[in-house]
């Protein structure tokens, strides 16, 4: 049977790929230790692979990843959500699969890879969700309307209170999604970033600070570094696995890839922010 290889690192992920002939498909799945539907993938995965055995030169070679881990990874083949499957063969994405059902991941091998030698579809797990909010577009690739990811103004910033007069103590995850909804509100732009602007910790943190800086944008800032209930509670909260992320008046806009497009689409996506219109009469969302 394949072999499944964890990659923990973007030299070995590089190596490998390098080391592939061309004829070779290879699967690639990103995955986080906090989505549960990832576990149902790793358990896919592990069936396929068993169906393949092995060759000289292989037919399929399996990869596994952590998308937050290898964030530069996750963000060159546009993973927003997880699970998330690529395949590329001869370094091009042939197809990529968000979600962890079950018969689309084994189809989607199959049509690049053919079909290995347990062909039994009753022998693989049944589908589970993968993100609360499904992601649309062709592949599996997610929309760009992201605005359902965060409450609007119109919305409570948690869930109502429950009549019981027995607890008195406040759900611990019930006053982490209240202290996130305050934070992604406390400025009218909000970064959630590694590190801060004036020493980003990370690429992309770099990059989403210095366009901000070159539209003039005030913005709000949140180094997650500093503080991991944020960090690991605001990647459910937002169903957004990587950072940086940015809000604009308490809706998510997304990571850097997303504000680039609504930049290419609107250069005046962040005018009313903009620190020109700083004493011109114009009011932004508190």
């Known amino acids: 049977m394949s072999t499944i290889t964890e990659i923990t690192d973007a030299p070995t992920f590089d190596q490998h790929v390098a080391s592939l002939p061309p004829s070779t498909l290879l699967a690639i799945s990103f995955h986080t230790p906090w989505a549960a539907p990832c576990a149902q993938m790793a358990l896919i995965l592990r069936t396929l692979a068993s169906s393949y055995p092995e060759q000289v030169p292989p037919t399929i070679s399996f990869l596994t990843l952590d998308a937050e881990s290898l964030h530069e990874i996750s963000e060159s083949y546009g993973v927003t959500a997880v699970p998330f499957l690529v395949l590329q063969r001869d370094g091009k994405v042939l197809e990529s699969v968000s979600g962890s059902d079950a018969s689309k991941i084994r189809d989607a091998v199959e049509r690049h890879a053919g079909k290995g030698g347990n062909t039994g579809k009753q022998e693989l797990p049944p589908a589970l969700e993968a993100t609360p909010r499904e992601n649309g577009g062709s592949n599996g690739q997610a929309t760009k309307d992201l605005s359902g990811y965060a409450p609007n103004g119109n919305e409570p910033t948690t869930v109502p209170e429950t009549s019981s007069t027995e607890d008195q103590t406040e759900d611990p995850t019930e006053e982490l999604n209240k202290r996130l909804a305050e934070l992604v509100k406390a400025a009218p732009v909000m970064l959630f970033m590694k590190g801060t602007p004036s020493s980003p910790q990370c690429g992309f943190s770099r990059t989403l600070v210095g366009l901000l800086r070159e539209k003039g944008v005030r913005y709000g800032f949140f180094n997650i570094l500093a503080d991991e209930e944020v960090r690991q509670g605001l990647k459910i909260f937002s169903t957004w696995p990587t950072f940086p992320q940015l809000y604009k008046n308490g809706?998510?806009?997304?990571?850097?890839?997303?504000?680039?497009?609504?930049?290419?689409?609107?250069?005046?996506?962040?005018?009313?922010?903009?620190?020109?219109?700083?004493?011109?009469?114009?009011?932004?969302?508190p």
């Open 251 to 285: 809706e998510l806009v997304g990571g850097l890839d997303i504000v680039k497009e609504e930049l290419e689409t609107d250069p005046n996506f962040f005018a009313e922010f903009s620190v020109a219109n700083k004493g011109k009469g114009k009011t932004t969302a």
